[in-house]
Each structure stands twice: as structure tokens, then as C-alpha cells.
């Protein structure tokens, strides 16, 4: 383990509507798509000794702005992803985690989140995080809020860290993809010295060979944490 490993990977999929505009398709054969390139992300991070966890952010607190029936695909999708995908997580090791706020969604996908959660707990090749309605600055303050009930009045960075959803590894690398270059209220404490790559493929596009070809990158980056080397 070198600190040039990638060990937590976050990846923001965009371009999904761009890539079935492209091709005349409606946006919702982009989602599909891009449901596919998560599956075959997320199998080849099983298999990679450095990567331990992969975080991908599936869908925003701002994404209810779409029109509803997109929504629903999205939403319906997601069950769907998650039935079939079970198999998948068995076969390769991968502990299944979903970080946001479910309150609003159906019971039923409420439900499949817990079960496919519980089934998958004693994987230990991969964590896959699926963000769903998340949003960053809300996760710190769910986190200030827990704190406060506590009692505590002065918080530590500590404090904070292990009690929000992700208590996992800082982030390493985070790639975004379709050539957009912002945060959008990801993982916003958990990104403080990620190293950020910007891609212009469209998310359906995405493929193990362009990510292959950014952890070589990453590889070439000195990562200081705010020091000196
Ligand atoms: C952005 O494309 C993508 C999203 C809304 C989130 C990612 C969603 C998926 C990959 C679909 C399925 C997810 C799961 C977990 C089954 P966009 O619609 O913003 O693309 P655009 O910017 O080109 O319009």
C-alpha cells in the first residue's frame, strides 16, 4: 500500500440524457446504459487490489427538479438495478452501502435498499456506495445535528468525520465525466485532498479501460495533503 493507491474511488456519472440525445434514443436508454457501465465499474474495482471502496453518486438532491416521469424511471430503475444485481454483488465480493435520504422514497425501494444492504453485509472484496438523494452539505449538517442532541457544544474535525454517513476513507480520486467540472454538493468533507479528474466521455461511454487509464494518472500526481515533498 503506497499513498499513491487509489482506496476510495468517487465517481459522479453525467451525460446520460447527452449520450441517447446523440443517438436519438429517449434520456431514459442513457440511464440504462449508464446502469450498466456501474456494474461493469463496479466488477472490475472488486478485482483491483488497491481500490477498497467505490462511491458513485446515482442520484441528487436537486435531480427531483427532472420531469416526474424521468423520476420514476430513475426510481424504477434503481429497484430493478439492485434485484438483478444482488447476483453480481455475491459472485464478486461487494458489500452494497446506500448513503442519503430514503424517507421519501417508496416503501418497496426503502425495503430492497435495507434487504440488499443486510445480504451483502459480510462482503469483503469491495464496499460499492450508491448515493441516493444525497447531498453534501446536508450530510454535515444530519452530522452537527446528531452531535448537538449529544450534548457536545465544541465539535472536533473527528467528531465529524465519524459521524457521518460515509465513515469510511477520505476520498483519493474523484472523476466526473462528460467534461462538466464542478463538485455538485458531493461528499463535500470527504473530498477536502481528493485529487479531481475531469473526463469528457459521456457516462454511457465510461469504460474499465478510460479508468484504468486515470489511476496510471493519478499514479504520476504528488499528492503533498497541504505539505511540502
Ligand atoms: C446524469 O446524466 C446521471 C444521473 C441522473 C445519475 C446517474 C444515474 C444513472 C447512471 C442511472 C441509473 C442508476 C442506478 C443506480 C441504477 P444526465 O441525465 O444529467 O445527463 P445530461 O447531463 O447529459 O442530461
Not at 56 to 67: C, D, G, I, M, V
Not at 68 to 95: A, C, I, P, W
Not at 173 to 195: K, P, V
Request: aromatic letters at 10%; charged letters at 30%.
Amino acid at each position: 500500500m503506497s499513498s499513491t493507491d487509489v482506496k476510495h474511488l468517487a465517481i459522479i456519472m453525467d451525460g446520460n440524457g447527452r449520450w441517447a440525445k446523440k443517438r436519438g434514443f429517449s434520456r431514459t436508454k442513457g440511464h440504462e446504459k449508464g446502469a450498466d457501465v456501474i456494474r461493469d465499474i463496479t466488477t472490475y474495482c472488486a478485482t483491483n487490489k488497491e481500490i477498497d471502496t467505490v462511491t458513485f453518486y446515482a442520484f441528487s438532491t436537486e435531480n427531483w427538479k427532472r420531469p416526474k416521469l424521468e423520476v420514476e424511471f430513475l426510481m424504477k430503475l434503481l429497484d430493478n438495478y439492485l434485484q438483478k444485481e444482488l447476483k453480481t454483488y455475491q459472485e464478486n465480493g461487494v458489500r452494497f452501502k446506500a448513503i442519503g435520504n430514503f424517507d421519501v422514497f417508496s416503501q418497496a425501494l426503502q425495503k430492497r435498499i435495507q434487504e440488499t444492504e443486510k445480504a451483502t453485509k459480510n462482503n469483503t472484496k469491495l464496499i460499492q456506495i450508491l448515493a441516493l438523494n444525497y447531498g453534501g452539505r446536508a450530510e454535515i449538517v444530519n452530522s452537527v445535528n446528531k452531535l448537538i442532541s449529544t450534548g457536545k457544544t465544541i465539535l472536533t474535525e473527528e467528531d465529524i468525520s465519524s459521524t457521518l454517513q460515509t465513515p469510511y476513507n477520505d476520498i483519493d480520486l474523484l472523476i466526473r465525466t462528460s467534461g462538466e467540472e464542478r463538485i455538485s454538493n458531493f461528499l463535500l468533507w470527504q473530498l477536502s485532498y481528493a485529487e479531481l479528474y475531469f473526463s469528457p466521455t459521456l457516462w454511457p461511454d465510461f469504460s474499465t479501460k478510460e479508468l484504468e487509464e486515470i489511476i496510471q494518472n493519478y499514479k504520476t500526481r504528488t499528492r503533498r495533503f497541504g505539505g511540502i515533498k
